[in-house]
């Protein structure tokens, strides 16, 4: 029994001998809050956050505060793992074996494809937080065959606002709450990222901003809005497109801003017979553009009434109008074309699709517009822009906004998000105070200098890529196609179908593996994703695919290695298990290579250092990765002579640089024998002592004059230049028009200097890569019967789960066990449903059974549930009877990777944005109708109970009572129930 | 005389369970621990925390309130649960106002569960004593921890910083101007216990437009009218009248 508490007593204190508190980073989800790790005796007492870390100056949240609980839960997997002979794959029946062994299986495999066929090795991982390091595997393995999460979480964000604005939201940029007066958040966007996003919230509203949350649902930080303006999903795009309708239609656009750091003032060539149809005027043709904009497009001059070079000194040029050029070429500025574009785009229009009233859409347009006009923000910090005029003060507009997935998700979204980059730009809000700021490395070039191989023979034996694994097209010759016009990639990435698949499209790897579409492939190494449940669409079928087998009785993907740290799903499908420790016994890094945690101030990266051994034999997957690529010789870890380069992960952190003597490596603080350098300098032996002692970060506050309009600032940019970020210091102007865009649409008209597009998609292709936003139904909604399946389906995260994993947490999923299907009141007392009845969701794809929740807090044409909380009977080491898989449910059941095939041509295509290849979760439709009174009250699909591997930990019986700091668990609170 | 006591914004709330499980953590190897949980990974798992948040929701669709709101032990300053306990376990201490169980008296009969309004206490019904918050009263006189620290483990983790503590008594205290000012209320106040820990209610914030914003001398548009000059040799009246 504890001390108690006495009345007539002082109050006992905790004995705090044997107690030591480590920094590190947490890992509970993708936000990387600085935590404080207290340890009694070695064991952890508790996790706080740390006060002195910039992303979350001393709070913690759910997760991050239940960490102790995901060290100790017995999901974990503790020895590498083999499927056992004669067992089929998906049972899950494993043999743990040593790590020599496992090492030699991959050496021997890896090996052979690798002098062979690279892209036979396809290397698809999660959430992992380490692309620069399992980017730089792939791409020194040779194979093109890789990809991390971002297909199927945001990329429409990603591409959407970096192909417009040069950044985009989460770690590269974000809304600036300290200074905005009006916040507009639209859509799920909760979980990127969190803790940060609570705390400038939760200030924003006491300094008396306005807050209007746009969202189907009203959950997560909408709930605290001062307005919720329900909206149907999908229709993002619609409500944008008007509200720009309506801010051009007043005039309450920034247009000093619009003229100076835009391409609104540029001259589009409008004749249809010309090969630069749709192309901006130069003055010359340079030899070698490179990557970014030279100045060389056209303004037309309003005093001369003539057109002149753009950004020409003391020129101001029409936004509107048209015009006609010497030769007769008519040509238009790009804000007349945008101008032209949303004129049919009315509030009236919109307010049919999105279901907003529209008085509430004009009003919304008018609350932006004269807040970003009227309560301008004049800071006093004089600098320079990159035409050499020098300002006195930094204006803001303080309007921002912020949004993630709910956008994103959808087939339309690439357009949508380019249509919402569009109305922060007309605003005047791009990396000024208060509005929208920029995060180090960004703002790149539009679209930033990486780019991937655009042939096969990029693909060698025994040869590293030639090439990045993933890039930023800016036409159609930097596709990565055959002369066929075909993909080279498994996933289709950066091929016709999804030309800006910049993320890759991991979504559709298992299929395309199982069809043999493009090619089959050998050995599939899947880390940190849940491919088998909650990271897939279609769940059923993939896992079916994954353990499918041909006529000759071999499987179809002949080799499946998983590296996870728990019980997944996935795991039991796998071939080989690589058991990887938990954030709190490895060492990692947050990288500026990657995706860092930089503050709106300057450039943040930083570490996590162990605070405990690791379990077991469980090992970091960052050392297996680093011994593979050791065994193998792929150049960048051994040296000339073949002899292994680094001892392990941490050396490698140390030493590795981009290429020898750059200066660049993954850590951008104390560079430097010494220490003495950022961002680039000399490897420092001490580095990760350095980073250790200063709270596992390191921080580089831009001078002041530096920290805004970063497109366009002369000091920033030749700082970023010199300290290597960019390698150009030119102006990045906002595409208001995309010239990317019409580049392949062009191609499509067979108009283009660049090559064409397979037949077959040339339709696809001049349709969607409209160089203005425009609005389109999104693609399964257009290819459903409507009329049965009326209602759309999304999901939401909630907080205490924000892109975490953590099912198996003993704490959490006290909070979240299982998960309802919410519905308005309204629409379910129609249908005869009634709160807490078993009902079906169905979509064209499949059937879910689960409990119906009444909601008034949900539009009535929409149902929503909390995403990944139903689990596999068995999984994570629940007991097979377990909430999770009982009454919990999986939305994916019910969407598809691919989009049922085109009517007339019967092509496939996957269930994704047609530009950017972005996982369409949010599209499926689905009607509802009330479970038979003779079914039986559990969810459905049901699948076999997991068994549980070797190496894995028996759950406590009934009673578990922590005790951190002391044993683990007191054992003597571990019993019956009496 | 002290009332220390908790002050919970609902305003900039979000319902993200941070204070939960921080709670959860400090207390269960602390010296009110262990926070025992039943069937950790089995069905319908169960524990003991001191601290939850509930959910709800108010009004009809569209004009819907999500509400979020953290409940723990109120810290009465009439505590119904004191005077009901058989053994004397329950009590309120007199220089803090913090309510409090001594385990080794409580004989787990739950009359001071039942005698509680607001459900916030908590049988551990595997040690079978009455648990519930303590205000981290471990912590907050610890003089071991840095005087930062020295703050309820809730009030340290809360992201939205939506849980304000400290005396209630003290007129110049940040709990209570946040409840003169900010229309601080009790629950229940009823019943007349009154609860120490109060509540800050929601508040919105509004924008009203004048018609006259919409329309301004310096609108932009107005620099797009385009009125290009005649070409020189277009006709003119001069090409036709010598007056």
């Known amino acids: 029994m504890a001390p108690t508490y006495r009345a007539d007593e002082p109050i006992p204190s905790e004995d705090r001998t044997g107690e030591r508190k480590l920094d590190t980073t947490c890992y509970m989800c993708a936000c990387r809050c600085g935590i404080r790790v207290t340890l009694k005796d070695g064991k952890v007492r508790y996790i706080e956050g740390n006060p002195d870390h910039p992303l979350n100056k001393g709070v913690i949240c759910a997760k991050g505060a239940s960490g102790i609980m995901k060290q100790y839960s017995p999901a974990r997997l503790t020895k590498p793992l083999k499927r056992k002979a004669g067992a089929v794959r998906g049972e899950g029946k494993f043999e743990a074996i040593s790590w020599e062994e496992t090492f030699q299986i991959l050496e021997e495999r890896l090996g052979n494809i690798r002098a062979t066929d690279p892209k036979q090795f396809a290397l698809y991982t999660g959430r992992d937080q380490m692309q620069a390091l399992t980017g730089l595997f792939a791409k020194q393995f040779g194979t093109p065959n890789y990809a991390a999460h971002g297909g199927f979480c945001s990329v429409n964000m990603a591409a959407g606002m970096v192909y417009t604005i040069g950044g985009s939201f989460w770690e590269f940029g974000g809304p600036d709450l300290d200074r905005a007066k009006l916040f507009v958040m639209i859509g799920t966007a909760e979980d990127h990222h969190s803790n940060p996003m609570k705390i400038a919230l939760s200030q924003f509203k006491r300094n008396g901003g306005r807050f209007i949350a746009i969202n189907p649902v009203r959950t997560g930080y909408a709930a605290i809005a001062d307005e919720w303006v329900p909206i149907k999903p999908g229709t993002d795009g619609a409500l944008f497109l008007a509200l720009i309708h309506e801010i051009l239609a007043l005039g309450l656009y920034d247009r000093d801003f619009l003229v100076k750091y835009t391409n609104s003032a540029e001259l589009v060539n409008m004749d249809e017979k010309s090969s630069e149809y749709g192309m901006f005027v130069r003055t010359e043709v340079p030899v070698e553009e490179g990557c970014f904009d030279p100045q060389n497009k056209l303004w037309w001059d309003r005093e001369a009434d003539r057109p002149v070079l753009s950004h020409a000194e003391g020129v101001d040029p029409f936004l509107m109008g048209e015009f006609a050029l010497k030769d007769g070429t008519p040509v238009k500025p790009a804000f007349q074309l945008l101008k032209e574009r949303v004129a049919e785009y009315t509030p009236e229009w919109a307010a049919g699709i999105t279901g907003i009233p529209v008085e509430t859409i004009r009003r919304l347009a008018h609350e932006m517009g004269v807040v970003a006009r009227d309560q301008r923000i004049e800071l006093p910090i004089a600098w320079t822009d990159a035409w050499g005029h020098e300002h006195q003060t930094m204006t803001g507009n303080p309007v921002s906004f912020h949004a993630m997935r709910g956008l994103a998700a959808h087939s339309n979204g690439f357009h949508t998000i380019r249509a919402l980059s569009i109305l922060m730009t007309v605003l005047g809000t791009i990396d000024r105070p208060g509005g929208f700021r920029h995060k180090a490395p960004f703002p790149r070039p539009i679209p930033p200098c990486p780019k991937t191989p655009s042939t096969p023979l990029a693909v060698k034996p025994n040869t590293p890529l030639d090439g990045m694994v993933l890039g930023w097209p800016a036409d159609p010759d930097d596709l990565f196609v055959d002369d066929d016009g075909e993909p080279v990639r498994l996933d289709k990435a950066f091929s016709w179908e999804y030309p800006l698949a910049v993320h890759g499209l991991m979504h559709n790897a298992i299929t395309n593996a199982w069809r043999g579409d493009p090619y089959k492939i050998d050995t599939l190494l899947i880390f940190m994703a849940n491919m088998a449940w909650n990271s897939s669409m279609n769940t059923v079928n993939v896992r079916d695919m994954m353990a499918d087998r041909d006529e000759n009785g071999d499987y179809k993907i002949p080799f499946i290695v998983v590296a996870d740290a728990f019980m997944s799903e996935t795991v039991a499908f796998a071939d080989l298990v690589l058991p990887d420790t938990t954030y709190l016994e490895r060492h990692d890094v947050m990288s500026l290579l990657d995706r860092p945690i930089s503050e709106f101030d300057g450039p943040v990266d930083s570490v996590r250092v162990p605070v405990l051994p690791p379990t077991g034999d469980c090992k970091p997957f960052q050392e297996v990765l680093i011994e593979i690529g050791s065994r193998l010789k792929l150049p960048a870890f051994v040296h000339a002579d073949g002899r292994r380069k680094f001892r392990d992960y941490p050396d490698f952190i140390i030493n590795y640089e981009t290429e020898p003597g750059s200066g660049i490596g993954f850590l951008s603080g104390w560079r430097g024998n010494g220490g003495e350098k950022t961002l680039r300098g000399a490897p420092n032996p001490r580095q990760w002592e350095m980073y250790a002692a200063n709270d596992c970060h390191y921080h580089y506050e831009l001078p002041r004059s530096y920290q805004y309009m970063r497109n366009w600032n002369r000091g920033y940019l030749d700082w970023a230049q010199r300290h290597r970020l960019t390698r150009y210091a030119e102006p990045i102007l906002i595409h208001l028009y995309s010239e990317v865009l019409q580049s392949f649409r062009l191609a499509a008209q067979g108009k283009g200097i660049s090559r064409l597009p397979p037949q077959r998609l040339r339709k696809r292709v001049e349709t969607f890569f409209d160089p203005l936003p425009f609005y389109y139904e999104p693609l399964e909604s257009q290819r459903t019967d409507t009329a049965k399946y009326p209602l759309n389906a999304i999901t939401q995260r909630?907080?205490?789960?924000?892109?975490?994993?953590?099912?198996?947490?003993?704490?959490?999923?006290?909070?979240?066990?299982?998960?309802?299907?919410?519905?308005?009141?309204?629409?379910?007392?129609?249908?005869?449903?009634?709160?807490?009845?078993?009902?079906?969701?169905?979509?064209?794809?499949?059937?879910?059974?689960?409990?119906?929740?009444?909601?008034?807090?949900?539009?009535?044409?929409?149902?929503?549930?909390?995403?990944?909380?139903?689990?596999?009977?068995?999984?994570?080491?629940?007991?097979?009877?377990?909430?999770?898989?009982?009454?919990?449910?999986?939305?994916?059941?019910?969407?598809?990777?691919?989009?049922?095939?085109?009517?007339?041509?019967?092509?496939?295509?996957?269930?994704?944005?047609?530009?950017?290849?972005?996982?369409?979760?949010?599209?499926?439709?689905?009607?509802?109708?009330?479970?038979?009174?003779?079914?039986?009250?559990?969810?459905?699909?049901?699948?076999?109970?997991?068994?549980?591997?070797?190496?894995?930990?028996?759950?406590?019986?009934?009673?578990?009572?922590?005790?951190?700091?002391?044993?683990?668990?007191?054992?003597?609170h571990t019993g019956e129930r009496s | 005389m002290t009332q220390?006591?908790?002050?919970?914004?609902?305003?900039?709330?979000?319902?993200?369970?941070?204070?939960?499980?921080?709670?959860?953590?400090?207390?269960?190897?602390?010296?009110?621990?262990?926070?025992?949980?039943?069937?950790?990974?089995?069905?319908?798992?169960?524990?003991?925390?001191?601290?939850?948040?509930?959910?709800?929701?108010?009004?009809?669709?569209?004009?819907?309130?999500?509400?979020?709101?953290?409940?723990?032990?109120?810290?009465?300053?009439?505590?119904?649960?004191?005077?009901?306990?058989?053994?004397?376990?329950?009590?309120?201490?007199?220089?803090?106002?913090?309510?409090?169980?001594?385990?080794?008296?409580?004989?787990?009969?739950?009359?001071?569960?039942?005698?509680?309004?607001?459900?916030?206490?908590?049988?551990?019904?595997?040690?079978?004593?009455?648990?519930?918050?303590?205000?981290?009263?471990?912590?907050?006189?610890?003089?071991?921890?840095?005087?930062?620290?020295?703050?309820?483990?809730?009030?340290?983790?809360?992201?939205?910083?939506?849980?304000?503590?400290?005396?209630?008594?003290?007129?110049?205290?940040?709990?209570?101007?946040?409840?003169?000012?900010?229309?601080?209320?009790?629950?229940?106040?009823?019943?007349?216990?009154?609860?120490?820990?109060?509540?800050?209610?929601?508040?919105?914030?509004?924008?009203?437009?004048?018609?006259?914003?919409?329309?301004?001398?310096?609108?932009?548009?107005?620099?797009?009218?385009?009125?290009?000059?005649?070409?020189?040799?277009?006709?003119?009246?001069?090409?036709?009248?010598?007056?």
């Open chain 1, 798 to 972: 909630p907080m205490a789960m924000y892109h975490s994993w953590d099912s198996q947490n003993a704490w959490l999923r006290q909070i979240h066990a299982h998960n309802y299907l919410y519905v308005n009141p309204k629409l379910a007392k129609g249908l005869g449903i009634d709160d807490g009845d078993w009902i079906w969701v169905e979509s064209q794809w499949g059937k879910v059974r689960c409990m119906c929740r009444f909601s008034e807090a949900v539009e009535p044409g929409t149902v929503w549930t909390w995403n990944a909380i139903g689990k596999a009977s068995g999984a994570w080491n629940l007991s097979p009877d377990a909430n999770e898989s009982q009454k919990g449910f999986l939305l994916n059941h019910l969407i598809s990777e691919e989009l049922p095939p085109e009517p007339v041509t019967g092509t496939r295509c996957s269930n994704s944005d047609p530009v950017t290849g972005q996982a369409a979760w949010f599209d499926v439709r689905v009607r509802i109708y009330k479970a038979d009174a003779a079914e039986p009250e559990q969810t459905s699909p049901q699948f076999k109970p997991m068994t549980t591997p070797p190496g894995v930990r028996k759950r406590p019986k009934l009673w578990q009572a922590l005790f951190g700091g002391s044993s683990e668990f007191d054992m003597s």
């Open chain 2, 4 to 243: 220390l006591a908790l002050v919970i914004d609902l305003n900039v709330c979000v319902g993200c369970h941070a204070c939960v499980t921080s709670c959860k953590e400090w207390n269960t190897s602390g010296l009110s621990g262990p926070l025992s949980d039943f069937n950790a990974y089995g069905k319908d798992p169960t524990g003991t925390f001191f601290n939850r948040v509930q959910t709800f929701e108010v009004g009809v669709y569209p004009n819907t309130e999500t509400v979020h709101f953290p409940k723990s032990c109120l810290h009465c300053e009439e505590p119904p649960c004191v005077p009901v306990c058989p053994t004397g376990a329950s009590y309120k201490r007199a220089e803090d106002g913090i309510v409090l169980v001594d385990y080794d008296k409580c004989i787990g009969c739950k009359y001071c569960s039942w005698a509680c309004p607001y459900g916030a206490r908590e049988l551990d019904e595997n040690q079978k004593v009455m648990k519930k918050c303590t205000l981290c009263v471990d912590r907050i006189y610890d003089m071991n921890l840095p005087e930062r620290e020295r703050r309820p483990a809730c009030v340290l983790s809360c992201p939205a910083s939506a849980r304000l503590f400290g005396d209630i008594h003290d007129p110049e205290s940040e709990v209570s101007r946040a409840i003169r000012e900010q229309g601080g209320f009790e629950l229940m106040p009823e019943w007349g216990t009154k609860p120490a820990n109060h509540y800050l209610p929601r508040r919105k914030m509004r924008l009203h437009l004048h018609e006259d914003e919409l329309v301004r001398a310096d609108n932009p548009l107005k620099k797009e009218e385009y009125m290009p000059k005649p070409d020189i040799n277009e006709p003119t009246l001069d090409d036709v009248m010598p007056w």
